[in-house]
């Protein structure tokens, strides 16, 4: 298989996401959202969800980067698509079962992920980008979990991960504020790997993918997989939070969210708070 023929091939079945393949057996996944700092729309959240399977079961894969395209790793989820959750129960179960598949396909995925985090880093795109085995972040980058912020409880991957990478104390600090992080902070805390200079980043992400693609593939794939069973025991805590966070969607607090941020001003919560 050439170096083209790859990228093209997950192209055709994964439209909204790009890809190329800058090393010998290394897939690079690219959010592209031109003008939206590569938000989350509904075909890449599909697409983004169901990748993952496809690179499971590929054997031209042996190690993968996902990254941004420009000087942005991603937004999070588009703003109208976090509408149409609110008003449109059918979208709010797809999508609550598309961040299930995201977060499990990505943790289950024997191939080895590397994540390569610039500008910001929020929402659905933070979900691979501190899921990924190596992730990696710009000293500059700005890491937030937003749910709070926009009326939501913290789904997604953060009742899975954050504890684990950071502890319990500064996970409930950064996820009930939405406090956001640089790079080096977030390097010192323990949420991601390692921090290099901005220009350094993507320099850095393809290089550490080349060795692990070029690593016994069995020897990497089985210590992913027993590594990951930390993730896998605390699924019911991500199932939960999960539930609660869509539960969220068809509240009050997410409206008055979804406008704030749209009006750009502090948000003014008065929804029914569970006794």
Not at 83 to 104: C, K, N, P, W
Not at 235 to 248: C, K, V, Y
Request: proline share 6%.
């Amino acid at each position: 298989m050439t170096a083209t023929q790859m990228p093209e091939r997950y192209a055709e079945t994964h439209p909204s996401l790009e890809f190329d393949q800058p090393a010998d057996g290394v897939l690079r996944i690219v959010l592209d959202t031109p003008g939206k700092l590569n938000a989350v729309d509904a075909a890449m959240h599909r697409d983004l969800s169901k990748v993952w399977l496809t690179i499971d079961q590929d054997p031209e894969v042996r190690a993968v980067v996902v990254r941004g395209a420009g000087d942005a790793f991603s937004s999070g989820g588009d703003l109208a698509l976090v509408e149409s959750m609110t008003e449109d129960f059918g979208t709010r179960i797809q999508v609550h079962r598309e961040a299930r598949d995201l977060v499990y396909n990505v943790v289950n995925c024997a191939k080895p992920v590397v994540s390569a985090m610039a500008g910001p880093a929020v929402g659905a795109g933070l979900v691979v980008g501190l899921l990924a085995d190596v992730s990696i972040a710009a000293r500059s980058a700005r890491i937030i979990d937003g749910h709070t912020r926009l009326g939501v409880a913290a789904g997604d991957h953060a009742a899975i991960v954050w504890p684990l990478l950071c502890g319990l104390a500064k996970a409930k600090y950064h996820l009930l504020l939405c406090e956001p992080l640089t790079g080096e902070e977030a390097e010192r805390i323990g949420l991601v790997s390692l921090v290099v200079d901005d220009d350094r980043l993507h320099d850095t992400a393809l290089e550490v993918a080349t060795r692990l693609a070029a690593g016994s593939p069995s020897a990497i794939r089985w210590t992913k997989y027993a590594l990951n069973q930390w993730l896998r025991l605390a699924g019911p805590a991500f199932d939960t939070s999960l539930a609660l966070e869509f539960l969220g969607f068809g509240g009050p607090d997410v409206r008055e969210g979804i406008a704030s941020l749209r009006a750009k001003r502090p948000p003014n919560f008065d929804g029914p708070a569970p006794e």
